[in-house]
């Protein structure tokens, strides 16, 4: 089993920016490409970005591309989102995940970006 720990959210102003970390416990997080989801209020959770297991290839929903950048730390099992030039359309609980959501969420850590 591998369990996830979110954190890095909070408030901040449209344009600014925040990074994101997912810890992860276990031995086994490097066998897995990994992936940014998030769910606003009233909305089902959605892709973000997604990262191989080896960090060579990245993907983002059309939505974040060019503002987002996702990244990992095999060797300190760590999986991060640096999230610039933030719009309050990107206000929502952040989870990380497998690509396949394979193992239990996490608590999240709420962004909400506002003037």
């Known amino acids: 089993q591998v369990q996830f720990v979110e954190s890095g959210g909070g408030l901040v102003q449209p344009g600014g920016s925040l990074r994101l970390s997912c810890a992860a416990s276990?031995?086994?997080?490097?066998?897995?490409?990994m992936a940014w989801f998030r769910q606003a209020p009233g909305k089902e959770r959605e892709f973000v970005a997604r990262?191989?297991?080896?960090?060579?290839?990245?993907a983002y929903a059309d939505s974040v591309k060019g503002r987002f950048t996702i990244s990992r730390h095999n060797r300190m099992k760590i999986l991060y989102l640096q999230m610039n030039s933030l719009k309050p359309e990107d206000t929502a609980v952040y989870f990380c995940?497998?690509?396949?959501?394979?193992?239990?969420w996490g608590q999240g850590t709420q962004v909400t970006v506002s003037s």
């Open positions: 995940n497998t690509v396949v959501g394979y193992f239990a």
């Open positions: 276990g031995n086994t997080f490097s066998n897995y490409n």
């Open positions: 990262i191989t297991w080896n960090g060579d290839s990245t």
